[in-house]
């Protein structure tokens, strides 16, 4: 499992290609994403990504409070690392900062034991 921004282009090596965005990235064409399917609802909650605002003295309170909107999706989680265990996945995301965003906080979610 890896992240990447949905702006980089599109690799074989990225296997099956989840956007966890609840919004779809600007100037992004649908052609252009190659995604194998967008998971609005493992998404951070509209509420705590405004919240958060991608400023980086919040991303510890951000990881813990999106890790708590993870608790319930345990079926999500076990579905997205099923897929993951069958092939290459890539987690992609459109924040600007590649260290602090919803998508370093779910590939450590993903890559803890069940």
């Not at 190659?34 to 958060?52: C, G, Q, V, Y």
């Not at 608790?71 to 076990?78: C, R, S």
Request: charged letters at 40%; zero cysteines.
């Amino acid at each position: 499992m890896k992240i990447k921004r949905i702006y980089e282009d599109a690799e074989k090596s990225d296997g099956y290609r989840i956007l966890i965005d609840r919004l779809w990235p600007r100037g992004v064409s649908k052609e252009k994403a190659h995604l194998d399917e967008w998971d609005k609802e493992i998404a951070p909650s509209t509420e705590l990504r405004k919240w958060f605002g991608h400023v980086p003295e919040r991303f510890e309170e951000f990881a813990k409070r999106y890790k708590e909107e993870l608790i319930p999706k345990t079926d999500d989680l076990k579905r997205i690392r099923a897929i993951a265990k069958k092939q290459n996945l890539t987690l992609l995301y459109s924040a600007h900062d590649p260290k602090y965003n919803q998508a370093v906080v779910l590939l450590e979610i993903l890559n803890e034991k069940d």
